[in-house]
């Protein structure tokens, strides 16, 4: 086992009296009426909160309510996490339950198997927040929430299929498991001699960044698989001190760090927010991969940028930033081998 290189920390936070990511993902906020007094809103919003979390219940951890900005209804992280009144809107055409297919892809559970040389790892149910716009607000996550022994005998099928290179750990969010668990299913995945990447997508170290661990960083930076970790950000705003910090520990670890976010109107559908979120992302190591056209799933409509908005943000991006700072425009549509990229209007000579 050799010892991460520990070079002078860019952005240095004490840690020394914070709570464990355990504590910090026990003690979240979970109802409307908390969320609306923590933050000063007006409490004509509590109605619709109630209401929205009977579908998909409210959760927030502390870390991430502290970069909310207090009184301030059009703050992009609130708008992630408090349900609005159009949650409960009549649906429009298009919006269903499971859009994405994935009750049909799941046939062994705990895997999701739709693209080639790869397949997604369903660890658990539980995330530490809950996004209005997630996907997977409707998934059948009680049938996925696998025993250890389930979570083995889930790797048989990729043991199966030499044709298996990659496992990405999903959820729910993979990193919600104790490491106990998380480092026997890597262990076991390190087993198979056709499996060379491991894939990790995860909210966690930009929700709580507590949970980037050093037991953890050790273990990732131990394996013997090319480790690459996705978070999951869609705004600047999400990446305060701490959570740089806890990127850049992973860097120096030599995970590779890659971003994923939703396009998601009045959050992040605006040339500056995503300029500021590529050129903050860069500062932390982490290079922009996907940027999501939202999945269209039931409650969240009033998220939807349309597809021609989002080339022409695209387009704009593209003029602003270096290459690899722009992310690809994809949608996920069901029954396809891989997400769909949407192409960009070429810009006049
Ligand atoms: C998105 C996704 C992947 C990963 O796709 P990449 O294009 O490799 O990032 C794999 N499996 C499923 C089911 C997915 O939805
Ligand atoms: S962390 Fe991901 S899976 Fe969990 S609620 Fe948010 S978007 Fe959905």
């Known amino acids: 086992m050799t010892h991460i290189f520990h070079p002078a920390p860019i952005e240095t936070v004490d840690t020394s009296t914070q709570a464990s990511w355990q504590q910090q993902l026990a003690d979240v906020v979970t109802t409307g009426r908390e969320l609306i007094s923590k933050l000063n809103l007006d409490p004509h919003y509590l109605p619709a909160a109630n209401q929205g979390a ?106 199966a299929r030499p044709e298996i290179n990659e496992v990405i750990l999903s959820g729910g969010d993979p990193l919600t498991n104790n490491d106990k668990r998380l480092f026997a299913l890597i262990s076991a995945i390190e087993a198979i001699p056709h499996v060379t990447r491991l894939r990790i997508h995860s909210r966690l170290p930009i929700v709580i960044p507590a949970r980037v661990t050093n037991e953890l960083v050790q273990r990732l930076h131990d394996s013997s698989l090319n480790v690459v970790m996705v978070v999951h950000c869609n705004h600047a705003n999400e990446i305060d001190e701490e959570v740089a910090a806890a990127l850049q520990t992973m860097h120096h670890a030599g995970i ?54 989002g080339q022409n943000l695209m387009l704009a991006l593209q003029n602003k930033l270096p290459g690899f700072l722009v992310p690809k425009l994809v949608r996920e549509v069901d029954g396809r081998p891989s997400k769909t990229p949407i192409s960009t209007p070429l810009s006049p000579i």
């Open 256 to 309: 590779h760090l890659l971003n994923q976010s939703v396009l998601l109107k009045g959050i992040n559908d605006n040339l500056n927010s995503l300029v500021n979120l590529s050129e903050r992302l860069f500062t932390c190591r982490v290079l922009p991969y996907y940027l999501h056209l939202l999945d269209p799933v039931m409650g969240a409509h009033h998220f939807d940028v349309k597809e021609a908005d």
């Open 54 to 159: 009977l579908d998909f219940p409210i959760r927030v951890p502390k870390a991430y309510l502290n970069r909310i900005t207090p009184a301030d209804i059009h703050d992009p992280l609130l708008r992630q996490v408090l349900p609005l009144k159009e949650e409960n809107e009549p649906t429009p055409t298009g919006f269903v339950l499971d859009p994405l297919g994935e009750a049909s892809s799941n046939k062994t559970p705990g895997i999701v198997h739709k693209y080639h040389g790869r397949v997604l790892l369903i660890t658990n149910g539980s995330c530490a927040i809950h996004c209005r716009y997630c996907f997977r607000r409707h998934f059948p996550y009680d049938e996925n929430n696998l025993s250890l022994k389930q979570w083995l005998s889930a790797l048989d099928y990729i043991k």
